[in-house]
């Protein structure tokens, strides 16, 4: 059984501000922020976190991390030093640990020409207190972060570019101090972790194909390729997004480009108790980094004025065959 967990809290960027949405039951269609925070004037918000009860943010900028109070009051704040003046190529990332008492904050410090190694910080959410600080062997442009549902460990994906993508795990030990694992693939993008946390799923980063992994050890338990979905590799590729719409179901993303050089895209479903693939859903997703499954059976998109929209398979014909390659 899937612990019971906490609404779902994400955030958007608008008009200067930080939008938070809550996504419980019943929360359908187009959401409305259940609380706004104004970031410090003159910060430029990369991303960002909300408490589940909505009256903290943790953002970071390209030269640091802020916590406010839903007032605005700041709580605590860190800055990545040196200083740096590059402004693109290198976007820090951050996220809030199962239980709310760390802030984990990745730094792209090489790309950021601040330093010769990356960095993984972990903070205490109350103090800003640094209570661990991992220099890893990456040159990341950017990075992503998943939280285990079950164990609250906390996976990080650092994209290298056309170099690859490294994927790490932090665990809080019963000391509370965190210990950190890297997998042994160069070249496998995480997309996302299973409800029941049993299971992550990665992407090929040449796309060739999707994988299934054992957590926590990264065992592979079945592969699919673009062949297994019904298309030909030679103009077919997958997606580095998707996952998990149930604890047994898996969305992969696939896509390509037409004769008349017209990029298409597909959400294909994957039984993840069988390894098999199991026909086609629309998500009715505007691109394919569009459509967010949630796990419990729904999912979101983004809404023509950037408001996330909520969807659900129920009461609704979403599925249907594979169609086949487009033509």
Sequence with gaps: MIPAQPPKVITRHRDGEIHAYVVGPGAFGTLEPAAVFRPRAGDEVVES???PDLERVVYVTQNGVVCLTRAGDLVWASAFEPHSDVRHGHRPGVS?????RTVWVYRPDVMAQRARADRWVVYGADTGEVLADRELETAGHGACHCVHPVDGSVYLDVGEGQDGSVI???VTGADGAP????YPWPDRCLVDLAPGGQQFMT???????VAFHHHPGGEVQFTLSV???GYDPEDTFIEWSGGYLTPDTAVVTLGGERPDEEEWFRHHLVDVRTGTSA???????THPYDGMPLGDGSWLTEGPDGRPVRRSRTGRSAVAGS?????
């Design 49 to 51: 976190v909300v408490r």
């Design 96 to 100: 809030l640990s199962l239980d709310g």
């Design 168 to 170: 790490l795990r932090g």
């Design 179 to 182: 210990r950190f694992v890297t």
């Design 203 to 209: 992407v090929d980063h040449g796309q060739g194909d």
């Design 227 to 229: 062949e297994a979905f």
């Design 279 to 285: 026909g086609e859903i629309a998500l009715d997703a």
């Design 323 to 327: 169609p086949g390659r487009p033509s």
